[in-house]
């Protein structure tokens, strides 16, 4: 009997749950409601292609900075390298030599305390999708007949339940609008 029950309150939970809406259901129903904002007394409005949901973006707050440091680590091996090939030629006098080998001590060093902070930062990745985005496209007719085409990227929230913002990629600009 008991058995019974548990079966029946696990089928019961299993079905309240897959009722609810998809994301993929609130984010049509969601451009519908944009659609019908932003182009309200369109005429021909008709949708190209479906819409689907894809993860925004990958929030990493220090990239331009481990860019900067990748470039700056590159440069300074490559300049290490160029000094140990110096060395590994004769040389004449041996202020050259001092010259060289400090040259390469620093270079060295630097790279090392580089290859620190990149592995540092990397410890420290922690990617985070800051929510969803759809790109729209459809076509709308103006007065005279003519066909004009509109694109847009719009991202939502992570749980999908409002627009946060839109991209209008239509225009020779693509525009910026948070909502």
């Known amino acids: 009997m008991k058995r019974i029950l ?14 609810g809406e998809s994301d993929l259901k609130r984010a049509e129903r ?3 409601e944009f659609d019908a904002i932003e182009v309200p007394h369109a005429k021909g409005l008709k949708p190209i292609g479906r819409i ?4 925004a973006s990958v929030q ?11 470039r700056e680590a590159k440069t300074l091996s490559a300049e290490n390298q160029e000094a140990l090939s110096e060395l590994k030629k004769p040389i004449a006098s041996e202020v050259a030599y001092n010259i060289l080998r400090q040259r390469l001590w620093e270079t060295g060093t ?8 990149l592995s540092a930062d990397e410890k420290q990745y922690k990617p985070r999708i800051s929510g969803w985005m759809a790109y729209h496209r459809f076509r709308t007719l103006n007065i005279r007949g003519a066909m004009r085409m509109h694109e847009y990227l719009i991202y939502f929230d992570s749980k999908v339940t409002r627009i946060t913002a839109i ?6 600009f693509p525009t910026y609008r948070k909502r």
């Open 167 to 172: 991209v209008n990629l239509s225009d020779s």
């Open 6 to 19: 548990y079966t029946l309150l696990i089928v019961g939970l299993v079905f309240l749950t897959a009722c």
């Open 30 to 32: 969601l451009v519908d």
């Open 52 to 55: 689907r949901l894809d993860s």
């Open 60 to 70: 990493y707050n220090h990239i331009s900075s481990t860019i900067s440091r990748i």
């Open 110 to 117: 630097r790279v090392q305390a580089l290859q620190a902070q």
